[in-house]
């Protein structure tokens, strides 16, 4: 299995412009979840879905950022307009559905997205 | 509010055993602890996880006290290549399932 993939792996932007962030989960894993890392908040959960739901969207900083999950193979973190303090790493991660509490979260290589 | 609180940072030589610990105080009867271990420009990844008592795996065992407020990772006899940031991870329950990391602890192994 190819893991968790990300794309893109960098993000030049100017302010006030679109990003799209993109994540493909393992196959057959029922959860999805996008994360934001910096090094001032650490690792913070911004939403999770399952089976393609969101369940919780409570860490989304703000109605610039909306996230969609159209299918259990794709999932897109959006941010419009973008400001530089949203310059991070973001990473996307799936687990199986066996109980949240006690799956294992596999996580993708991360966007790191700066915001000029 | 559940928080998930960790040391700042850690230092150790090779060879040493390290223990970090992190506190969740408002853990829920039926929540895990897992933890985690990133590399600079990686994603987290599991290392091991544990409900009560003591756990152990290839590489590492935690501890977890009666009143499983706080959890401990122990790593035995760690190496350079050991030096990366440790996150605790706890699910919260209660209404929906909150999902929170730790503070994370930067472990610095020295030669």
């Known amino acids: 299995d190819a893991g968790v993939i990300q794309s893109p792996r960098h993000e030049v932007t100017e302010m006030g412009q679109e990003v799209t962030l993109r994540c493909k989960p393992i196959?057959?894993?029922?959860?999805l979840f996008w994360y934001r890392q910096t090094m001032m908040r650490g690792l913070e959960l911004l939403i999770y879905?399952?089976?393609?739901?969101?369940?919780?969207d409570s860490g989304m900083p703000e109605d610039r950022f909306s996230a969609k999950m159209p299918n259990a193979s794709f999932s897109t973190l959006k941010i419009q307009p973008s400001e530089p303090r949203d310059s991070a790493v973001y990473f996307c991660?799936?687990?199986?559905?066996?109980?949240?509490?006690?799956?294992?979260?596999?996580f993708g290589p991360g966007t790191r997205l700066t915001v000029l | 509010l559940a928080k998930t609180t960790q040391p700042i940072s850690m230092d150790s030589y090779e060879g040493q055993e390290v223990n970090i610990t992190c506190s969740h105080n408002n853990i829920a009867t039926n929540d895990y602890i897992t933890w985690y271990q990133q590399f600079p420009s990686q994603g987290p990844r599991f290392i091991i996880q544990?409900?009560?008592t003591k756990v152990t795996n290839e590489v590492a065992s935690l501890f977890i006290p009666a009143d499983r407020k706080s959890s401990t990772l122990s790593l035995p006899r760690v190496s350079l290549s050991d030096t990366a940031v440790y996150y605790c991870?706890?699910?919260?329950?209660?209404?929906?399932?909150?999902?929170?990391f730790g503070t994370g602890t930067k472990l610095q192994v020295i030669p």
């Open positions: 991870l706890v699910v919260y329950s209660g209404g929906y399932q909150k999902v929170t």
């Open positions: 879905f399952n089976n393609n739901v969101p369940i919780d």
């Open positions: 196959s057959g894993h029922d959860y």
């Open positions: 991660a799936s687990s199986l559905a066996q109980g949240l509490s006690t799956d294992t979260q596999y």
């Open positions: 544990g409900y009560k």
